[in-house]
């Protein structure tokens, strides 16, 4: 029997066993499979998505570890809402949570800061100087938003005279909305961009500029308008069919693209963005910016032994792991999952969705002594919102390769309802669930 | 999507709908329950209330789609290749089935037992 007849049979019969759990409302995750005993510690540092996932299928498998996730944040935040935030559909706290509510039993949650790791002594410290002995480490710290490497930058003045943030957290999302909203008002220069660094969701930038154009149309003001939007590099997204299809679309809409812009200085009294350009700084004068920060890996990785030594990784500190494992390279007994994780592309909720099971099964492997067949092949997704009541269902692999989930039904390049649909209403269900180990 | 099955579904709309997924549930299954009831009860389908539910179906099926458009800031300005259109079918067959359904049976229940009853 070939893999894909396997993966098709393992999947009917995953069908076949659903339903008598359907029927009978006890088992709500398909078949409950005989638990790895185990005495092994493990350690998780961070309980965003990757690391609450990871907690919750590794209680689901395992039986007798000790499984801690170390995280000092208290809140859970649903980041794949902000857009919808920015966009003033859904209010800020559409996306907190608390991380408590998604601690799988079994796991146990110490509420501090990692501060170091040492992966040759096998030991996490924290912030208390609490030391945490581990045989199996999973670093999904997610990453950190340099917003300090743009000159004049201010995180707290997001929401004031036609500043936005998106990215910034749950109220710096509500404030951008209430910034672009004011300019939707009245129109003028509408500025937008990217980092030149590995980043999260590399289509929200472009969601909001198309947001910010739909905006201006329902209001009646797209005339009065000029949106820019400056690339960083020569195309405006990493998968070229995605660019194309983007750069059709940015021409249908009006919205103005320059390339190899990023953007290095801000002067929030004067609203001139300056950005840095092969030919020297250009400055852009604006009435709304969506300032995108760069992005690197957080101190506690960035300043241990774990990030990439050479490469285009190494500077920003992303943890080297093999792409297909999600291991670390140098130390076997280490895995980075979520936007840590130095691989090519892939830093969203839905990558965390396909990285996780194939990481917690190569853990498990190491327990039992044998070798995981599992293999992460990049897979991301993106609902790439194209205005309020249509996006394009973007999923591709390492390899730039189109990985539709609904081949035949849901084109993944066209404008549609249905993928709009599933952006609002299903996205975070689905993801809720993930942070259970349920999805 | 990886590993979509039941249970995975079941998860998703746990949590979607939260504490009100069983009484949802709860509700469609005693809703068929007593259309079958009503059926057996009278032995047939009666075509004067089969024909007043089918109206009331009909004003389900909108409202679903009105709702479903509500809830998620669309309309059907919105719609941009066949499978949407395909959705609002399916979400507006599925809300006149639902509601033919029902109000058949809570016709069938208000009349009693009598077959001349709307």
């Known amino acids: ?439 | 999507m990886k590993d979509l099955d039941l249970g995975t579904l079941l998860a998703v709309f746990q949590e979607m709908l939260g504490w009100t997924l069983w009484p949802v549930i709860a509700l469609a299954v005693l809703a068929s329950l007593a259309f079958l009831w009503v059926v057996l009860r009278d032995r047939s389908l009666l075509s004067r209330r089969l024909v007043w539910a089918e109206i009331c179906g009909l004003g389900g099926g909108i409202a679903a789609v009105l709702i479903m458009q509500a809830v998620t800031h669309s309309g059907f300005a919105d719609l941009g290749g066949p499978i949407d259109w395909l959705l609002v079918v399916g979400i507006f067959v599925f809300g006149a089935i639902g509601a033919a359904l029902g109000f058949y049976a809570l016709f069938g229940l208000l009349a009693g037992g009598s077959r001349k009853a709307a």
């Open chain 1, 1 to 439: 029997m070939s893999g894909n007849q396997d993966a098709v049979a393992l999947k009917r019969r995953s069908i076949l066993l659903g339903a008598p759990a359907l029927a009978g409302g006890l088992a709500l995750a398909g078949p409950s499979r005989a638990g790895v005993r185990t005495n092994a510690k493990i350690v998780i540092i961070g309980a965003g998505a990757a690391g609450l996932a990871t907690a919750s299928r590794l209680a689901d498998r395992l039986e007798g570890a000790s499984i801690t996730l170390v995280d000092r944040r208290r809140e859970h935040l649903y980041q794949p809402g902000y857009t919808l935030v920015a966009a003033g559909l859904k209010s800020a706290d559409y996306t907190v949570s608390t991380t408590r509510e998604f601690v799988a039993r079994g796991v146990t949650l110490i509420e501090e800061a990692a501060a170091e790791i040492d992966p040759v002594g096998k030991t996490v410290t924290t912030d208390q100087g609490k030391r945490l002995p581990y045989d199996f480490l999973v670093v999904a710290t997610g990453l950190e938003l340099n917003y300090g490497a743009i000159e004049g930058m201010d995180v707290a003045r997001i929401g004031q005279n036609g500043m936005g943030s998106v990215y910034a957290g749950p109220e710096q999302a509500a404030a951008t909305w209430r910034a672009m909203s004011a300019y939707a008002d009245k129109g003028g220069v509408a500025v937008f961009g990217r980092p030149p660094t590995e980043m999260k969701c590399a289509g929200a930038p472009l969601k909001y500029a198309f947001l910010t154009d739909d905006t201006l149309r329902r209001r009646g003001n797209r005339d009065k308008a000029e949106l820019i939007y400056n690339a960083h590099v020569k195309t405006l997204f990493s998968v070229p069919i995605v660019a194309e299809k983007v750069r059709m679309l940015y021409a249908d809409r009006g919205i103005r693209v320059t390339h190899d812009h990023v953007l290095r200085k801000i002067d929030l009294e004067r609203r001139i963005a300056t950005f840095r350009t092969p030919n020297g700084d250009d400055e852009q004068r604006y009435d709304f910016i969506n300032v995108v920060p760069p992005m690197r890996a957080p101190a506690v990785v960035r300043n241990s032994p774990l990030p990439w030594q050479t490469g285009p990784w190494a500077a920003d500190g992303w943890a080297e792991v093999n792409r297909h494992s999600l291991r670390h390279v140098r130390f076997p007994e280490v895995f980075c999952v979520g936007d840590v994780a130095g691989v090519p592309k892939g830093k969203t909720a839905a990558s965390v969705k396909w990285q996780v099971p194939v990481a917690v099964d190569h853990l498990i492997a190491a327990i039992q002594q044998r070798e995981s067949k599992e293999s992460y092949n990049g897979y991301t997704s993106c609902p790439l919102i194209t205005r309020v009541g249509r996006a394009m269902l973007v999923e591709f692999d390492y390899n730039d390769n189109l990985v539709p989930s609904f081949p035949g039904i849901i084109a993944p390049l066209e404008e549609l309802w249905i993928t709009w649909i599933m952006k609002e209403v299903g996205l975070k269900p689905t993801y809720l669930a993930m942070l259970r180990g349920k999805a």
